[in-house]
Structure formats: C-alpha cells, structure tokens
C-alpha cells in the first residue's frame, strides 16, 4: 500500500531564509506521481507540481525547487527567500498509475509559518 | 474557468443529526472525488466517482455515509447521523482523466462541520 510521510509537523522560519520541507513516500508502483499542494488558511489545495516517476529531473519555479530522488524516496520541496505569503500547510501526495483515476494518498503536512 | 464549487462553507450540528454536502465539479470534469480531513491530518479518499459510477469507495464508512453523482455532474454527500469524529473538512475535488493535466485534481474550499 502505498504512504507518504512528512516528518517535519511544523517549521518556523525568519522572512528572506531558505526553508526546505521534506517528504518520503513509499509506493509498490514502479509507475507513479508525486504532487505538492498549498492549503493557505482559506482552506483550498492549491496544486504546486506534479513529478512522475521517470523523471528525476529537479524543477525550478521562482522561488520554489523541488528535489526527487527515487533512490532514497524522497520529493524536497524549497522555498528560497521566504515570504510571510509562503505561510500555509503545504501537503506531499502521490497517486499510484494502477490506480483507475487519480487518487491521491497525503502526508500529514508541514505547516509553515514565516514571520517578518 | 470557474473551480470546484462547494456548499455550505460551515455546518455546525448536533450528534445523530444528519447532514449534506454539495459539491459542483469543473465543467467537463468527468472524475469526482470526497475528500476528509481531519483536524491536523492530510486529507483521506472518501470515494471517487468516475462520471455517476463508482470507482472507489473502499475508505467510506458505509454505515453512516452515503453519496451519489446521478447524473455524472455535481454530487452529493451525506452523513447520517453524525458523530462526534466525523467533524472535519470535506473536500470535493474534480479531474479531467482525458487532458493534458489528467493527473491533477482541483480542489473545492470545502465544507467545515462540526458536529456537537
């Protein structure tokens, strides 16, 4: 069965610092896809990236970069130059292509808060 | 386009009560998902409709809860009767399994209840 764990609950960070979030995932799929989403106090998931898993090319947009690495499991997210905008709880997911449609299994998120 | 609609926004009820929620899906969207998120916790699959039929509902407590897409657009959930665990955020989300982006689901904002 398939799982993700973000291990960091919490993170609090100075505005302008680097801030980077984890995420590990395990899945049986050797065909699958891990995504970021944004839940800002509104309460809507904003989607941030999806990455299948054939492509461990890192991704860059803006301030944010994202690190996949299948040999250890894991899909990083950093934010570079925090912004108090930035503060939200930020969710890993991944959906395993057997799977018929897109369901998406969470973390437990990685609520970040970034004071001016 | 216009998003995932979802109503109420809050619904604040007394135990064994019963309680619905609507949610209209992007047009076009064939996939319909319920989502629950507990307090704190990612968001958990309730059940996953593809067009008005089910794809998965395997995490739904079938006891208590039930829902339906009659007619493959705007669906609804419902809870009867509540419990004091079932307060949460339900989330509705929607996918177009046919384009270019058919791996990402937009999400509603969600209905907050609170079961008292």
């Known amino acids: 069965a398939q799982k993700v764990t973000q291990a960091q609950t919490e993170i609090s960070v100075v505005e302008k610092e680097d801030v980077t979030l984890d995420c590990v995932y395990e899945?049986?799929?050797?065909?699958?896809?891990l995504f970021w989403y944004k839940q800002p106090p509104s309460g809507e998931l904003v989607f941030l990236i999806r990455?299948?898993?054939?492509?461990?090319q890192n991704e860059i947009s803006g301030r944010y970069s994202w690190n996949f690495q299948k040999s250890t499991s894991s899909f990083n997210f950093t934010i570079t130059a925090s912004q108090v905008v930035d503060s939200a709880v930020y969710f890993c997911?991944?959906?395993?292509?057997?799977?018929?449609?897109?369901?998406?299994?969470f973390g437990g998120g990685t609520r970040l808060m970034v004071k001016p | 386009e216009a998003g995932v609609a979802q109503s109420p926004r809050y619904k604040i009820i007394e135990k064994r009560q019963s309680v619905a929620f609507w949610c209209n899906p992007i047009?076009?969207?064939?996939?319909l998902y319920w989502y629950q998120q507990i307090l704190g916790q990612g968001p958990k699959l309730l059940i996953q409709?593809?067009?008005?039929?089910?794809?998965?509902d395997s995490q739904l407590p079938k006891d208590r809860f039930s829902a339906e897409r009659l007619k493959g657009v705007d669906s609804t959930l419902k809870i009867q009767p509540a419990k004091l665990e079932d307060s949460a955020v339900y989330l509705c989300?929607?996918?177009?399994?046919?384009?270019?982006?058919?791996?990402?689901?937009?999400f509603g904002q969600g209905t907050r209840l609170t079961v008292v």
């Open positions: 989300a929607s996918s177009d399994p046919h384009g270019i982006r058919n791996t990402e689901a937009f």
């Open positions: 899945t049986r799929d050797t065909t699958y896809y």
């Open positions: 990455r299948n898993s054939f492509d461990e």
């Open positions: 997911a991944l959906s395993e292509a057997r799977n018929a449609g897109n369901m998406l299994t």
């Open positions: 047009s076009g969207h064939a996939t």
């Open positions: 409709f593809q067009n008005n039929g089910v794809v998965d």
